[in-house]
């Protein structure tokens, strides 16, 4: 690669003197020889990780990594996996790039979660060699993959055994909680219960530890442990709060409710023993 000329002198004898003609020296006009022009491509996603219905940026970058100036380049990028994604708007800037040796282009799209599943990306960058006309092609590159799920979704459960009880004695109080939906549910916590009835009680727990995250389809049992204090039948309820790990929209169970706990006085045994009278 670099510049070349050429340069001659052109020589001859007069004829009729026979003295000697020359002319030149003579120099073409420089060429500037290159090397063909090559392209490289990358992909990146702004996201690991979107909810259905989320948006996600798509960013390819193009570079003339050879000599020569490739016009016309382009991009497209190409979805494949078990999830899908709808195209939202781009590419900006719009329309193919022509790059000169050394010159990058960046293009961005967004692109909107449709359905569930893993998604990645394939993109080859393409253009036409500036001197030659031949099709210049870059490898093929992929973006990590991005996982497209359903919102997180809470439910729970309260449960309380065994049942029975009398006043003094300890029981179990479990609370359930399952996050239906696919998305992680990050914080998620129980407010402190609320006792409504005639009974008294008194607890301590939870173990494990609340709060605590859920990954998307799975639950946990956390555990109290209770003490009846006063007879009676009594209802304890809370409310399983959490955030979306995708969306940071602020999750919800509803109010969850015990089935009824009983409590009672222990038995206590009286007797009399009379005798017959005039015995």
Do not use: C, K, Y
């Not at 899908?84 to 050394?102: E, F, H, K």
């Not at 006043?167 to 609370?175: A, H, I, K």
Request: aromatic letters at 6%; proline letters at 9%.
């Amino acid at each position: 690669a670099g510049l070349v000329w050429f340069t001659t002198t052109v020589a001859g004898t007069d004829q009729v003197s026979g003295s000697p003609v020359t002319l030149g020296p003579l120099s073409s006009p420089a060429v500037l020889l290159q090397a063909p022009g090559a392209l490289w491509a990358s992909v990146w996603v702004s996201h690991s990780s979107r909810n259905v219905g989320q948006d996600f940026m798509l960013v390819v970058t193009a570079s003339n990594t050879g000599g020569a100036r490739v016009d016309g380049v382009s991009a497209p990028p190409f979805p494949a996996g078990t999830g899908t994604a709808v195209l939202s708007a781009g590419p900006w800037p719009a329309g193919p790039a022509s790059l000169s040796a050394g010159e990058s282009v960046t293009w961005t799209w967004t692109w909107t979660a449709a359905s569930a599943g893993l998604l990645d990306f394939t993109v080859t960058a393409a253009g036409i060699d500036s001197n030659s006309g031949a099709v210049t092609a870059s490898a093929p590159a992929a973006s990590a993959p991005v996982l497209l799920t359903l919102p997180s979704a809470l439910s729970a459960a309260l449960n309380a055994f065994p049942m029975p009880r009398n006043t003094g004695q300890s029981f179990l109080v479990t609370l359930t909680v399952t996050n239906d939906g696919g998305a992680p549910a990050v914080g998620v916590d129980a407010a402190p219960f609320a006792v409504d009835g005639t009974g008294g009680l008194a607890g301590s727990g939870p173990e494990p530890f609340l709060p605590a995250d859920l990954p998307g389809g799975t639950g946990a049992t956390f555990t109290w442990t209770f003490t009846g204090s006063l007879a009676g039948v009594s209802w304890l309820t809370t409310t399983v709060t959490g955030v979306d790990a995708n969306s940071g929209t602020a999750l919800s169970s509803g109010p969850v409710v015990s089935p009824p706990i009983t409590v009672e006085l222990p038995a206590a045994l009286s007797a009399l023993i009379a005798a017959p009278s005039g015995a």
